[in-house]
């Protein structure tokens, strides 16, 4: 059982918290029926929830054509592998599908309430907080982390970003 399945009341831990968005998703809603739409979002929902249980991570929703991730503090290196590796894969899913639209994630690292909340019948998990509030507001046209989510990687894969400032963000090389 994950750290997210096990949670029985809300607490405050430390997360790598992650958005994603689509560009140019009006021209995408104005170029497809409800129906295609609908189809093209749950494969790519499909695509996405594959890639970021594989690093036990979770989606905590979809929001129409963005959503929020998160990981663990231990997995904070392998979360951001994976929402590279979603950024890749997500990239080449529209791609094949003549869409034209680019995966824009941002990422930031520090404490989140986190827990089950009512919805309907049941509850579902969601997170809160300012480290949620800066991960949706990190200024990226492509791929950007805050220097909190920086400071969490190995040596190894902070290799793969560049600083960039001011405010302090890190992008991946050549993008």
């Known amino acids: 059982m994950s750290f997210f399945d096990s949670i029985d009341s809300p607490v405050e831990t430390d997360l790598l918290v992650s958005f994603f968005d689509l560009t140019n998703f009006i021209k995408i809603t104005n170029s497809h029926s409800g129906l295609e739409l609908f189809g093209l979002l749950s494969d790519f929902y ?53 869409v034209h639209t680019r995966l824009i994630v941002k990422a930031h690292f520090g404490p989140a309430a986190c827990g089950k909340i009512r919805s309907g019948d049941g509850r ?27 400071r969490k990687l190995s040596a190894e894969t902070r290799k793969i970003f560049h600083k960039l400032t001011p405010p302090v963000t890190y992008i991946i090389a050549n993008h």
């Open 46 to 98: 499909e695509l996405a929830d594959q890639i970021i249980r594989e690093c036990d991570g979770r989606i905590i929703k979809f929001i129409g054509d963005a959503g929020l991730i998160v990981f663990e503090p231990q997995n904070a290196d392998r979360g951001i592998k994976a929402l590279i590796k979603l950024q890749k894969k997500a990239e080449a899913f529209f791609e094949s599908r003549k």
């Open 124 to 150: 579902r998990l969601d997170v809160f907080g300012e480290t949620v509030n800066t991960a949706a507001t990190l200024a990226s046209k492509g791929f950007a982390i805050s220097p909190q989510a920086f």
